[in-house]
């Protein structure tokens, strides 16, 4: 098979380049149209959906290309993907059912508007990279069979923590040191920060005050060790992964046992380490002859071998990442079948009975990562349906909402895909945590 970039240059030579659209305008979806409005190589971004078309045409502007046309039916857009012209929408439909669009980026980190969107995108046969961990840890594994149903493809990006992991331990397995961990690099953890406490640092940094603080009380960091525990079978050692804090990431080592490590492989994170970010694998291999090598390559003694990448550039390979779809079929990294893990949403603080949960980032619970079968047993509500939720009853801080504790919204499509995916994966395959063979 011919690398990427030797195909992308045979597509822009031939005039066929891969057409993107990207649905969502926030921070990081503004740096996918930075990053395509250069232009790429064999790629072009043909349209963005944005509930705020001024935002999106903001950032397109800042690209310094001539203004996108703004479409608000479906013919519109379609003629103007026809002429090369670039568009804007604040309807996302329009955009999955546009005929000249081969990917779509759905990069808004939303549950219920992303599952809309996904579906109506695999019904007109376009393969979806998602930038939404939010919406893959809660319904990525019935996504990803109603992907294989409709005959596309669903991959989370290139870039990103999740990614590079699967990305990473891939090359350990080819290399043949067995993968028997994998985390991030976590600079900072806070469970009990808000949109509140966070405003400063995102005013500085142009994002959401609610994104921001999903990530410092860790539940983007949850999200994204639940996408890799789906993806390779590996489970956690504890609620909320173990965390331990290290000087440097190769430290991680001295926190788990070979024994441990082989009889369940693990996801997890290092708190505090240098490089300050990234992600890392550890691989196992005991064989005398090769160890002598890796200490030579100051890998250490072994038999447990750290590899990490410090990089994390999630808006410059996610449209990479649709390119390999397009052209290749091959997901950067998806759910290998049912659940091993979910991301429950658990008490910031005292909570009493009335109040809304808000969700991600809120005032209300941060997200933990627990084994599948627990969450299933305990009726745990994960967190990515939690926004919305009534809550019928008080709940103590540092508590585990269940579902007995809420009362969902009506009519959500979330809710029905997470029924089905229930459903369609029960019983939970006790193969699944076996964590021995990484997909290909």
């Given at each position: 098979?011919?690398?990427?970039?030797?195909?992308?240059a045979?597509?822009?030579?031939?005039?066929?380049p891969?057409?993107?659209?990207?649905?969502?305008?926030?921070?990081?979806?503004?740096?996918?149209?930075?990053q395509?409005?250069t232009?790429?190589?064999?790629?072009?971004?043909?349209?963005?959906?944005?509930?705020?078309?001024?935002?999106?045409?903001?950032?397109?502007?800042?690209?310094?290309?001539?203004?996108?046309?703004?479409?608000?039916?479906?013919?519109?857009?379609?003629?103007?993907?026809?002429?090369?012209?670039?568009?804007?929408?604040?309807?996302?439909?329009?955009?999955?059912?546009?005929?000249g669009?081969?990917?779509?980026i759905?990069?808004?980190?939303?549950?219920?508007?992303?599952?809309?969107?996904?579906?109506?995108?695999?019904?007109?046969?376009?393969?979806?990279?998602?930038?939404?961990?939010?919406?893959?840890?809660?319904?990525?594994?019935?996504?990803?069979?109603?992907?294989?149903?409709?005959?596309?493809?669903?991959?989370?990006?290139?870039?990103?923590?999740?990614?590079?992991?699967?990305?990473?331990?891939?090359?350990?397995q080819?290399?043949?040191?067995?993968p028997?961990?994998?985390?991030?690099?976590?600079?900072?953890?806070?469970?009990?920060?808000?949109?509140?406490?966070?405003?400063?640092?995102?005013?500085?940094?142009?994002q959401?005050?609610?994104?921001?603080?999903?990530?410092?009380?860790?539940?983007?960091?949850?999200l994204?060790?639940?996408?890799?525990?789906?993806?390779?079978?590996?489970?956690?050692?504890?609620?909320?992964?173990?965390?331990?804090k290290c000087?440097?990431?190769?430290?991680?080592?001295?926190?788990?046992?070979?024994?441990?490590?082989?009889?369940?492989?693990?996801?997890?994170?290092?708190?505090?380490?240098?490089?300050?970010?990234?992600?890392?694998?550890?691989?196992?291999n005991?064989?005398?002859?090769?160890?002598?090598?890796?200490?030579?390559?100051?890998?250490?003694?072994?038999?447990?071998?750290?590899?990490?990448?410090?990089?994390?550039?999630?808006?410059?390979?996610?449209?990479?990442?649709?390119?390999?779809?397009?052209?290749?079929?091959?997901?950067?990294?998806?759910?290998?079948?049912?659940?091993?893990?979910?991301?429950?949403?658990?008490?910031?603080?005292?909570?009493?009975?009335?109040?809304?949960?808000?969700?991600?980032?809120?005032?209300?619970?941060?997200?933990?990562?627990e084994?599948?079968?627990?969450?299933?047993?305990?009726?745990?509500?994960?967190?990515g349906?939690?926004?919305?939720?009534?809550?019928?009853?008080?709940?103590?801080?540092?508590?585990?909402?269940?579902?007995?504790?809420?009362?969902?919204?009506?009519?959500?499509?979330?809710?029905?895909?997470?029924?089905?995916?229930d459903?369609?994966?029960?019983?939970?395959?006790?193969?699944?945590?076996?964590?021995?063979?990484?997909?290909?």
């Open positions: 098979m011919m690398i990427l970039d030797q195909v992308l045979q597509r822009e030579a031939a005039g066929r891969i057409r993107i659209g990207l649905i969502g305008a926030g921070f990081m979806g503004r740096g996918i149209i930075l395509l409005g232009p790429l190589v064999g790629m072009r971004l043909s349209a963005i959906a944005s509930r705020n078309v001024d935002t999106a045409c903001r950032a397109w502007s800042d690209t310094g290309l001539d203004p996108p046309v703004v479409a608000t039916n479906q013919t519109e857009l379609d003629n103007s993907v026809a002429a090369n012209r670039q568009v804007v929408t604040s309807d996302p439909m329009l955009l999955c059912r546009a005929a669009i081969d990917v779509v759905e990069a808004t980190g939303q549950v219920e508007s992303g599952a809309h969107t996904v579906l109506e995108a695999f019904a007109q046969r376009k393969h979806v990279v998602l930038m939404n961990a939010e919406l893959d840890a809660t319904i990525g594994p019935i996504l990803k069979v109603r992907a294989d149903t409709a005959g596309v493809c669903i991959s989370n990006a290139d870039g990103d923590e999740p990614a590079i992991a699967f990305r990473l331990l891939r090359h350990v080819s290399i043949g040191y067995r028997v961990l994998a985390g991030n690099v976590k600079g900072f953890l806070d469970r009990y920060r808000t949109a509140a406490t966070q405003q400063g640092f995102a005013e500085r940094t142009k959401n005050p609610k994104m921001v603080a999903s990530y410092a009380d860790g539940t983007k960091l949850n994204e060790a639940c996408l890799v525990a789906n993806a390779t079978g590996f489970r956690v050692g504890q609620r909320g992964m173990l965390g331990p000087l440097h990431v190769k430290d991680i080592v001295k926190h788990f046992s070979p024994a441990q490590l082989l009889a369940q492989p693990l996801v997890d994170y290092a708190l505090g380490a240098e490089p300050g970010s990234g992600v890392f694998v550890v691989g196992y005991d064989q005398p002859s090769k160890q002598h090598y890796m200490r030579y390559l100051k890998m250490g003694d072994g038999p447990l071998y750290v590899f990490y990448s410090p990089h994390v550039l999630p808006h410059l390979e996610a449209p990479l990442t649709a390119a390999q779809l397009a052209l290749f079929g091959g997901a950067a990294i998806t759910p290998r079948g049912a659940p091993v893990c979910e991301v429950i949403a658990t008490a910031k603080r005292d909570l009493k009975a009335g109040e809304i949960l808000d969700g991600l980032g809120g005032f209300a619970s941060y997200g933990l990562i084994n599948a079968e627990v969450a299933r047993a305990e009726k745990m509500l994960p967190m349906l939690s926004v919305g939720c009534r809550l019928l009853r008080d709940v103590r801080k540092d508590m585990a909402i269940v579902d007995a504790d809420v009362q969902r919204p009506e009519g959500r499509l979330c809710d029905r895909l997470w029924a089905e995916q459903g369609h994966f029960q019983p939970l395959a006790s193969s699944a945590s076996s964590g021995r063979s990484i997909p290909s």
